[in-house]
């Protein structure tokens, strides 16, 4: 799933995005087939040059430094110091002074930059040298919970099952399928793909392990199979700078159908068996284009079907369930409109399906003769659902009404069924309604049936469904219950699991508890949080140590979810906790509204009053409390690190927003236009001082700062490089303690770091490193 913005959120590898600087989930193997709901998406960009090599050069400005080993704690060698250059901006009669502008450079080819973001790297393997043995044992932990040949659970579709593998030792998987002996049978919760010797062979469409051979970097964005299954259409990212190539082939023979697709977005559908839909962005990478693509022709006698003008708009693109329909949404943070492209005639083009209302966000499916519409307003901010005739849209029946306690979050229709998934008390929940045959009218639904969960807090996530069926499937985790599958029979209630992700290693969850706890905010709001722990390891007498992780932007969610690397600080004693602070969508659309433009602070001091609860209520102390957050959460971990240092021992900022107010003035930045509804536009003086009041980067101050850990990705389109790496030169020319700050750039990635899956885990085995190198919890052996 992906979701737009500046934001990222370290959940695992599925990517709910945003600057949604986005949210990085580590996918679980059980949902890599996930049905792409998600109304927002992932911002490409253009690079001249990149490379993977992280070895020094010497800088400009910088100091010459002996490889000593480094101390327990206070290094012997001297951290990078970058050049300034006085670079001065002025507003409002406000000016700004900042000395290392220069570290922008949009090409990444600037010489005295990469020397200085080499020389960040090269300090940080050093200050961690001492700790690589523990390092390379977290490692060695982390992935041998992983059952490496595994494959995820089959999906129906069609004549065939498809599925991913993973094979022992590879870093990606293969796309399969597997035809199905009796194909013409209902589909039920009960089918099993048949494998062994009687079974239909096993061909495998795409082995992204030797597509990935020739890159540092390598993604697939998108696998769409044509709807007779002859042709598959692929997008390719081999930079991490979210520009893909897309690859049609035909999936048997495996070889190549015309010419490639270049410069697209991971936006990509079929219309019919013989023609694509994509999208196509502007100079700043907003995607601002839909085509017509017809197979076999040159991509520059491709169609345009629309150009959203407009910079404050994106566009996006997703199929009906049915099939039967493209549509393609124009959307800002406040305003969503949509089209509509018949599949059989493609050639009549788009169709204006809600019209362009300011304030209006609505998204649309189609079953039978109806569009049904998911539509939010102001005063509707929760959201409604109604339906219309296909033929006649401006006259719509309420399905759903509005309801102040419930947020209608997606919808998935099938041909005889509705399932819902809505959010109540920022639990998530799933509700499904048997609708009248097609062609008959449809009316206010009530009732319908719930999917029960059990876990006190848990993470749902919809997986793609046979459209024909009456099989709902979904995915399910909790922060002790690892990803599953199930199959849920909507006609009679029932829940097949289909795959549960395996965990090696003596996995129990019986072995951890998960709770719920209320936090009342500064202003008297009462803040959720997730927490988990070992109950055998951990005191809860404040001697434990804790990671409190938060997001806080975009509406996204941040679910309890399940990482089976997070069990190496479980079993080590950590309490790890989510905050779910303002600005985020886990209480519905009003607990998004409280933190964002104006009210922006709620977010911070939201995560201020979760940290003190947690202290007070002695799940941890200042000495053992570390935090973390990514891209959107991590201008969260800079407003925070600014307003009460005192508070933490340790920070880790992915991927860091951290030049709000800068960045948000310069339209030619990619998101930048887009987000001014989401953070608000500074060149109106009221939001230019409110930014720069928490502005990490314009608020760092002499002061002491606890240990922290920062990282970003040279190729990274949502948040650039350049912020972060500020950040570090501004913290060490002025933060007054001896306490450690690292610095790793990946310079062949973007925002979601390396591609492969035992690279991810390295880099979780680097952080928890990190985190207990300062908590002085690394054994003598290591």
Same mark, same amino acid.
Request: hydrophobic share 35%; charged share 25%.
């Given at each position: 799933?992906?979701?737009?913005?500046?934001?990222?959120?370290?959940?695992?590898?599925?990517?709910?995005?945003?600057?949604?600087?986005?949210?990085?989930?580590?996918?679980?193997?059980?949902?890599?087939?996930?049905?792409?709901?998600?109304?927002?998406?992932?911002?490409?960009?253009?690079?001249?040059?990149?490379?993977? +090599?992280?070895?020094?050069?010497?800088?400009?400005?910088?100091?010459?430094?002996?490889?000593?080993?480094?101390?327990?704690?206070?290094?012997?060698?001297?951290?990078?110091?970058?050049?300034?250059?006085?670079?001065?901006?002025?507003?409002?009669?406000?000016?700004?002074?900042?000395?290392?502008?220069?570290?922008?450079?949009?090409?990444?080819?600037?010489?005295?930059?990469?020397?200085?973001?080499?020389?960040?790297?090269?300090?940080?393997?050093?200050?961690? +040298?001492?700790?690589?043995?523990?390092?390379?044992?977290?490692?060695?932990?982390?992935?041998?919970?992983?059952?490496?040949?595994?494959?995820?659970?089959?999906?129906?579709?069609?004549?065939?099952?498809?599925?991913?593998?993973?094979?022992?030792?590879?870093?990606?998987?293969?796309?399969?399928?597997?035809?199905?002996?009796?194909?013409?049978?209902?589909?039920?919760?009960?089918?099993?793909?048949?494998?062994?010797?009687?079974?239909?062979?096993?061909?495998?469409?795409?082995?992204?392990?030797?597509?990935?051979?020739?890159?540092?970097?390598?993604?697939?964005?998108?696998?769409?199979?044509?709807?007779?299954?002859?042709?598959?259409?692929?997008?390719?990212?081999?930079?991490?700078?979210?520009?893909?190539?897309?690859?049609?082939?035909?999936?048997?023979?495996? %070889?190549?159908?015309?010419?490639?697709?270049?410069?697209?977005?991971?936006?990509?559908?079929?219309?019919?068996?013989?023609?694509?839909?994509?999208?196509?962005?502007?100079?700043?990478?907003?995607?601002? %284009?839909?085509?017509?693509? %017809?197979?076999?022709?040159?991509?520059?006698?491709?169609?345009?079907?629309?150009?959203?003008?407009?910079?404050?708009?994106?566009?996006?693109?997703?199929?009906?369930?049915?099939?039967?329909?493209?549509?393609?949404?124009?959307?800002?943070?406040?305003?969503?409109?949509?089209?509509?492209?018949?599949?059989?005639?493609?050639?009549?083009?788009?169709?204006?399906?809600?019209?362009?209302?300011?304030?209006?966000?609505?998204?649309?499916?189609?079953?039978?003769?109806?569009?049904?519409?998911?539509?939010?307003?102001?005063?509707?901010?929760?959201?409604?659902?109604?339906?219309? +005739?296909?033929?006649?849209?401006?006259?719509?029946?309420?399905?759903?009404?509005?309801?102040?306690?419930?947020?209608?979050?997606?919808?998935?229709?099938?041909?005889?069924?509705?399932?819902?998934?809505?959010?109540?008390?920022?639990?998530?929940?799933?509700?499904?309604?048997?609708?009248?045959?097609?062609?008959?009218?449809?009316?206010?639904?009530?009732?319908?049936?719930?999917?029960?969960?059990?876990?006190?807090?848990?993470?749902?996530?919809?997986?793609?469904?046979?459209?024909?069926?009456?099989?709902?499937?979904?995915?399910?985790?909790?922060?002790?219950?690892?990803?599953?599958?199930?199959?849920?029979?909507?006609?009679?209630?029932?829940?097949?699991?289909?795959?549960?992700?395996?965990?090696?290693?003596?996995?129990?969850?019986?072995?951890?508890?998960?709770?719920?706890?209320?936090?009342?905010?500064?202003?008297?709001?009462?803040?959720?949080?997730?927490?988990?722990?070992?109950?055998?390891?951990?005191?809860?007498?404040?001697?434990?140590?804790?990671?409190?992780?938060?997001?806080?932007?975009?509406?996204?969610?941040?679910?309890?979810?399940?990482?089976?690397?997070?069990?190496?600080?479980?079993?080590?004693?950590?309490?790890?906790?989510?905050?779910?602070?303002?600005?985020?969508?886990?209480?519905?659309?009003?607990?998004?509204?409280?933190?964002?433009?104006?009210?922006?602070?709620?977010?911070?001091?939201?995560?201020?009053?979760?940290?003190?609860?947690?202290?007070?209520?002695?799940?941890?102390?200042?000495?053992?409390?570390?935090?973390?957050?990514?891209?959107?959460?991590?201008?969260?971990?800079?407003?925070?690190?600014?307003?009460?240092?005192?508070?933490?021992?340790?920070?880790?900022?992915?991927?860091?927003?951290?030049?709000?107010?800068?960045?948000?003035?310069?339209?030619?930045?990619?998101?930048?236009?887009?987000?001014?509804?989401?953070?608000?536009? /500074?060149?109106?003086?009221?939001?230019?001082?409110?930014?720069?009041?928490?502005?990490?980067?314009?608020?760092?101050?002499?002061?002491?700062?606890?240990?922290?850990?920062?990282?970003?990705?040279?190729?990274?389109?949502?948040?650039?490089?350049?912020? /972060?790496?500020?950040?570090?030169?501004?913290?060490?020319?002025?933060?007054?303690?001896?306490?450690?700050?690292?610095?790793?750039?990946?310079?062949?990635?973007?925002?979601?770091? %390396? +591609?492969?899956?035992?690279?991810?885990?390295?880099?979780?085995?680097?952080?928890?490193?990190?985190?207990?190198?300062?908590?002085?919890?690394?054994?003598?052996?290591?």
């Amino acid at each position: 799933m992906i979701i737009r913005g500046r934001g990222l959120v370290s959940l695992g590898t599925h990517f709910l995005a945003t600057r949604s600087r986005l949210l990085h989930f580590d996918t679980p193997l059980s949902c890599l087939v996930p049905r792409v709901v998600s109304r927002r998406r992932p911002i490409p960009r253009l690079f001249c040059c990149s490379s993977s +090599s992280s070895s020094s050069s010497n800088i400009t400005g910088a100091a010459s430094l002996p490889l000593t080993p480094p101390g327990d704690m206070a290094e012997s060698r001297s951290p990078p110091v970058a050049k300034k250059v006085e670079h001065v901006m002025e507003m409002f009669s406000d000016v700004r002074v900042d000395n290392y502008y220069w570290l922008r450079d949009d090409s990444r080819c600037n010489p005295d930059m990469l020397s200085y973001l080499h020389e960040e790297n090269d300090y940080t393997d050093y200050v961690m +040298s001492g700790t690589k043995q523990f390092e390379n044992q977290l490692f060695a932990e982390i992935r041998g919970r992983i059952k490496e040949d595994d494959i995820s659970a089959p999906l129906r579709k069609g004549p065939y099952y498809y599925y991913k593998r993973y094979l022992q030792g590879k870093e990606y998987v293969q796309n399969c399928r597997r035809l199905i002996p009796d194909n013409k049978a209902e589909p039920s919760v009960y089918d099993t793909m048949l494998t062994g010797p009687d079974a239909p062979p096993e061909h495998v469409i795409l082995d992204e392990n030797i597509k990935a051979q020739e890159h540092d970097y390598y993604r697939i964005g998108a696998f769409k199979t044509s709807p007779d299954h002859k042709l598959v259409a692929y997008a390719e990212d081999t930079k991490g700078d979210e520009i893909y190539t897309v690859t049609v082939i035909d999936s048997e023979s495996l %070889k190549p159908v015309g010419e490639q697709l270049k410069g697209l977005t991971c936006y990509l559908e079929w219309a019919g068996n013989d023609a694509l839909v994509y999208i196509t962005m502007d100079e700043i990478l907003r995607p601002d %284009k839909v085509w017509l693509h %017809k197979l076999g022709t040159e991509q520059s006698s491709d169609i345009c079907l629309y150009h959203e003008k407009d910079d404050m708009f994106s566009l996006d693109l997703h199929a009906s369930e049915s099939h039967k329909y493209i549509f393609v949404a124009s959307e800002s943070k406040t305003t969503r409109f949509v089209f509509s492209l018949d599949v059989c005639k493609p050639q009549d083009g788009l169709r204006v399906l809600t019209p362009r209302v300011d304030g209006i966000d609505s998204s649309v499916s189609h079953r039978g003769n109806h569009f049904f519409i998911q539509r939010r307003s102001t005063e509707f901010y929760n959201s409604e659902l109604v339906a219309c +005739s296909v033929d006649d849209t401006s006259k719509t029946t309420v399905l759903l009404p509005h309801r102040e306690s419930v947020k209608i979050q997606e919808i998935q229709l099938f041909r005889d069924h509705l399932a819902v998934f809505e959010r109540e008390q920022g639990l998530q929940k799933i509700t499904v309604h048997r609708l009248p045959a097609e062609g008959q009218p449809l009316e206010s639904l009530q009732g319908g049936r719930s999917v029960s969960f059990v876990d006190p807090v848990y993470s749902v996530d919809s997986t793609e469904s046979e459209f024909s069926s009456n099989v709902l499937r979904f995915c399910y985790s909790s922060l002790k219950t690892p990803p599953s599958v199930y199959d849920y029979d909507m006609d009679s209630g029932t829940s097949v699991v289909k795959k549960i992700d395996t965990v090696l290693g003596g996995f129990d969850a019986s072995n951890y508890v998960t709770e719920r706890k209320w936090v009342t905010a500064s202003d008297g709001t009462q803040i959720p949080m997730s927490i988990v722990y070992n109950k055998k390891l951990a005191k809860l007498d404040g001697s434990d140590p804790l990671l409190l992780y938060g997001y806080g932007s975009y509406e996204i969610s941040v679910d309890p979810y399940f990482k089976a690397s997070r069990l190496s600080l479980l079993d080590r004693g950590f309490i790890y906790v989510i905050a779910h602070i303002r600005g985020g969508g886990e209480m519905g659309r009003q607990w998004y509204e409280n933190g964002k433009l104006l009210k922006k602070k709620n977010t911070f001091t939201d995560f201020i009053a979760c940290a003190e609860y947690l202290i007070e209520n002695k799940y941890c102390s200042k000495e053992k409390l570390c935090i973390e957050g990514r891209s959107a959460g991590g201008l969260l971990m800079g407003a925070v690190l600014n307003m009460r240092p005192d508070l933490f021992k340790v920070a880790v900022a992915g991927v860091p927003f951290v030049d709000v107010l800068t960045t948000m003035l310069d339209p030619t930045i990619p998101l930048t236009t887009s987000e001014w509804e989401e953070w608000g536009d /500074p060149r109106k003086e009221e939001f230019y001082n409110y930014m720069k009041s928490y502005s990490p980067v314009d608020n760092v101050t002499a002061q002491s700062y606890p240990n922290i850990l920062i990282t970003a990705g040279l190729n990274d389109p949502r948040v650039m490089y350049s912020e /972060p790496g500020k950040w570090v030169a501004k913290l060490r020319e002025t933060k007054t303690d001896k306490n450690i700050l690292l610095f790793k750039c990946e310079i062949g990635a973007g925002h979601f770091s %390396k +591609s492969g899956r035992f690279e991810k885990l390295q880099e979780d085995a680097f952080i928890f490193a990190f985190m207990m190198k300062v908590l002085d919890m690394i054994p003598a052996s290591g």
